[in-house]
């Protein structure tokens, strides 16, 4: 049922966006996707496995973002390193679980993370985890001197503007730092 299982995870998602989890109704999850209420305990086991899965499919969308984004033509690994510093900073503004996931802090508004229910499911990633498989990720299309490690850093300090965001909505800040750690100014040594 992997269409019905999509169906259900779209319209959790829709109902998270309009009302904290705990308002969010099983009947109304159902309906809205057009299945039985027993296909959703079927698929999921209950509320908090729809939770859990709901964490998951956001963990998995926030890294297929960075591999699209790793993917893209880009002058420089330093450009491609800005550019997952910025979706991370965009993802964790326009979704809240992917905030939660990237920072750890979890509030009564979202389903529980995984590993903390009843029935733990396929855990979504730490965000230390989230950090290193960034890094993995990165590894495996920079070169090797682009420094894979860079990108891992290049997320961790995405992730301040994500806990404390700068005064204006723009990234420029950011990817000027980003640009300095990437080597694309000369440096103290280099000159």
Known sequence: MPVARESLLEAASVALSARPWPSVRMVDVAAAAGVSRQTL??????????????VRREADWYLDGVDRVLRAPAASGGDRLASVAEWTVRAARARPLVRALLTGSWDGTLPVPPGQGARPGVPAPAPGE????????????LAPGEAAQRCELAVRLALSYVI??????GLGE?????????????????R
């Open 174 to 190: 950011l990817l000027g730092l980003l640009r300095l750690l990437s080597g694309q100014t000369r440096t103290a040594g280099g």
């Open 41 to 54: 305990y079927n698929e999921f086991g209950g509320k908090a496995g729809l939770g859990r899965a709901l």
């Open 130 to 141: 989230l950090a290193r498989a960034v890094r993995e990720r990165a590894a495996a299309v």
């Open 164 to 169: 404390a965001p700068a005064r204006e909505p």
